[in-house]
């Protein structure tokens, strides 16, 4: 008798309640991503004139924006404004951090590159969250996989950059970069539509790595593809 006597209303309305909240859970995120966006390219824009200096410091800046990511946006987890602030400043820096590579595609005489590589990057980025939201497959034993090859590549990369500084491997680190992420990007989108984050600003910081080092690749891959040498 239990079976009809369970109250199909209830469930109904709490399923339609649970959808609400992931849509605003999803909505919120998406727009702390678009200001995140907003706050790196000030960052870019604003530390533009003085390139030299940034690329002289590049590694003190790249150790900022770990520390504020680690620990920085670790410790603020709870304190709604408190992490939204730690996510414009880890955004900010890592604009910052652009700025080299910005400097030397517009020195080239390729800085519409610039605008294509974030235009390719949006595109593929839309299509795989569609993806990743859409699909009826789970990808959340993809994590560890992931996280895996995601070091092996950092070693690599930094193998390549201290020892071998070859731009065959380079390319081929950076092809493998773009494919990470964008694996990641469906990894995230889906974790974020299940619910696995406990604040947009967390899922924001996600979505943002992986477009960033999406966008980073598309640039690096299309300056090397429109130099002369």
Do not use: C
């Not at 991503?33 to 907003?38: Q, T, V, W």
């Not at 700025?99 to 593929?124: E, Q, W």
């Not at 996600?206 to 040498?229: C, K, P, R, V, W």
């Amino acid at each position: 008798m239990a079976l009809y006597d369970r109250d199909y209303t209830t469930t109904q309305e709490t399923g339609y309640v649970q959808e609400t909240a992931t849509v605003s859970f999803m909505k919120k995120t998406y727009q702390l991503l678009a200001a995140s966006m907003i706050a790196a390219a000030a960052g870019a824009y604003v530390t533009m004139p003085y390139a030299a200096a940034v690329f002289e410091y590049k590694w003190f800046i790249f150790g900022a924006e770990l520390l504020v990511l680690f620990f920085g946006l670790g410790m603020s987890r709870n304190k709604p404004g408190l992490n939204l602030a730690m996510l414009f400043i880890f955004t900010f820096l890592t604009g910052v951090s652009l700025v080299p590579l910005l400097a030397t595609m517009i020195g080239m005489g390729n800085g519409a590159v610039i605008g294509n590589a974030f235009l390719m990057t949006s595109v593929l980025f839309g299509a795989l969250s569609l993806f990743a939201i859409n699909s009826k497959s789970d990808y959340s034993s993809w994590g560890k996989p992931l996280f895996i090859t995601l070091i092996v590549v950092i070693i690599a990369s930094l193998v390549n950059y201290f020892l071998l500084q070859s731009p065959l491997m380079h390319i081929i680190i950076t092809a493998g970069i773009l494919l990470l992420f964008s694996i990641f990007t469906i990894y995230d989108t889906q974790n974020i539509a299940n619910g696995a984050y406990d604040s947009p600003v967390d899922a924001a910081v996600s979505l943002y790595i992986d477009f960033l080092n999406m966008f980073t690749a598309i640039l690096q891959l299309l300056g090397i593809m429109g130099s002369d040498e």
